[in-house]
């Protein structure tokens, strides 16, 4: 592995910039598809400046803040220190390959290995239980990805994993370096990044960033144009109408249980049964009524009154 750069003293916005040079762990899981917060086509328009860097939310916040709890515990329980790696590390044939790993530590059987602190709802409990038979334990995919990740760039033979969860449990798992699936991550990112570097998205999604792009890439139509979509077209027709029924089969049996729940509230704001609480509160709202502003002031109405162009996506039976 190479050292890109020092992360002592280096600024934000730098900082951000050489995570737009290549892949880091927390991008593995996305890559693969098994991300349950962002997609590839999020990532790809994130790595070409597409979308803005967004905050990070309350847990990712927090698991910044408690890394060192989570770290002195860990040392605290096992007897092994952690030393910090303020760098960020290259891959030597892989160069978009990066990790910003949170520490390294001595392993007797293995030596340096890398050293990861997390942070978990209780919710998560069950995703870091034990295996069926007592040995061991399984962490989350994506995580189990972010450090085979680690271990492809930096080559060390194993990583340790520490978790602070509802911030009353404390677990720690060892991670084997693991040849195969390595394999498949450089396969995989190899082939994201070279759509990154080709400005061509990954097959799109149906992710809010995938409507996203197409809307700025095909910002409008031409009149009167029309095409002979492939003969794949039609599953895709086929698929569009299976979900739109199930849509609205869905929507109505929602409508149906809050309009049952409504009735049982009646007068009542609220109400409380097995765990969840259930409520319909009187909210007042203003609104400007446009129609009679318009009808009224007519010259006020044109000065400030704007137009928005957008493109309606619909599918008809042929004639």
């Not at 086509?41 to 309350?58: C, D, I, N, R, W």
């Not at 942070?119 to 995703?127: C, D, M, S, Y």
């Not at 969860?165 to 370096?177: A, D, L, P, Q």
């Not at 990954?202 to 409008?220: I, M, N, Q, R």
């Amino acid at each position: 592995m190479k050292k890109l750069v020092s992360t002592v003293d280096l600024p934000f916005e730098d900082w951000l910039e050489y995570r737009k040079q290549g892949l880091g762990g927390s991008d593995a899981s996305v890559v693969c598809g098994v991300n349950r917060y962002k997609s590839p086509v999020e990532l790809f328009m994130e790595k070409t400046g597409q979308l803005p860097y967004s905050e990070a939310g309350e847990a990712a916040y927090w698991g910044n803040v408690l890394e060192a709890v989570v770290r002195d515990e860990f040392t605290k329980r096992t007897g092994i220190e952690v030393m910090l790696v303020n760098e960020i590390l290259q891959h030597d044939d892989y160069p978009f390959m990066l990790a910003n790993v949170d520490g390294v530590c001595q392993h007797p059987n293995y030596g340096t290995c890398i050293f990861e602190a997390k942070t978990a709802g209780a919710f998560k409990l069950a995703e870091w239980e034990t295996n069926s038979n007592g040995v061991g334990g399984k962490i989350p995919d994506e995580y189990l990805l972010q450090l085979q990740h680690y271990l492809a760039v930096t080559g060390y033979a194993g990583a340790y994993v520490a978790v602070l969860i509802g911030g009353n449990t404390f677990k720690w798992r060892f991670i084997e370096r693991d040849e195969e699936l390595i394999s498949m991550l450089i396969s995989l990112e190899s082939d994201f990044w070279e759509h990154v570097t080709n400005g061509e998205p990954p097959p799109l999604d149906g992710s809010d960033a995938s409507v996203k792009f197409l809307t700025e890439k095909f910002p409008e139509s031409s009149p009167q144009s029309q095409i002979a979509l492939p003969d794949n077209a039609a599953e895709l027709i086929r698929q569009y109408n299976e979900a739109a029924a199930l849509e609205k089969q869905y929507k109505e049996q929602k409508q149906q249980a809050e309009n049952l729940l409504k009735e049982l509230l009646g007068d009542n704001e609220a109400g409380n049964v097995g765990g969840h609480s259930v409520s319909w509160k009187s909210q007042t709202q203003e609104r400007l009524d446009t129609k009679t502003f318009k009808a009224e002031h007519p010259r006020l109405f044109k000065k400030y009154a704007t137009q928005s162009s957008f493109r309606r996506f619909s599918i008809k039976e042929s004639a």
